[in-house]
């Protein structure tokens, strides 16, 4: 028997992508973390209706908190639920991963930011963030340049 999903729906995989983290940092370390999120906010998820570019991670007490993302309304939610599109999220890590994340913000020049937010096998949300430096002018346009001449020489072998 084949089970049918919706195809509005994601099931499992890729929701949402910081493409440009990864650009405007040099990320040194990666952690999986998992985070505090209600009903609604997952069937959003699953509808891809969140935006994860502008966000960032900061430490509140004990914990790492996830701030700035925006999470997009559910259309069939009840109307009784309250709905905060950029609210603070909580990130569900281990004890020493908090710990070295908090020793890891407390270096001067040290950001912590969402790299992709994913459904596992299981149908949990993850998110996976990244610890890194920011990159300055000349790094950026460094990267720019060996990215076209990649494409131009993809191109010049392809025609011989």
Not at 21 to 37: D, Q, V
Not at 57 to 63: D, L, M, R, S, V
Not at 126 to 149: F, T
């Amino acid at each position: 028997m084949v089970k049918q999903t919706r195809q509005h729906f994601i099931s499992s995989g890729l929701v949402s992508e910081n493409r440009k983290a990864r650009f405007n940092y040099a990320i040194s370390e990666t952690f999986e973390a998992g985070l505090c999120l209600t009903g609604p906010e997952v069937k959003s998820l699953r509808q891809g209706r969140v935006n994860i570019t502008d966000g960032f991670i900061t430490p509140e007490g004990n914990n790492m908190i996830v701030n700035n993302i925006t999470i997009g309304k559910y259309d069939n939610s009840d109307g009784f639920t309250i709905h905060t599109e950029k609210r603070k999220r909580q990130l569900l890590l281990n004890k020493k991963e908090i710990k070295r994340l908090i020793g890891l913000y407390s270096k001067e020049h040290i950001t912590i930011v969402p790299l992709k937010l994913y459904f596992t096998e299981k149908g949990i949300a993850k998110l996976l963030i990244g610890v890194g430096v920011g990159k300055n002018k000349v790094d950026k346009r460094e990267i720019i340049k060996q990215r076209d001449w990649n494409r131009e020489k993809a191109r010049l072998m392809k025609h011989k």
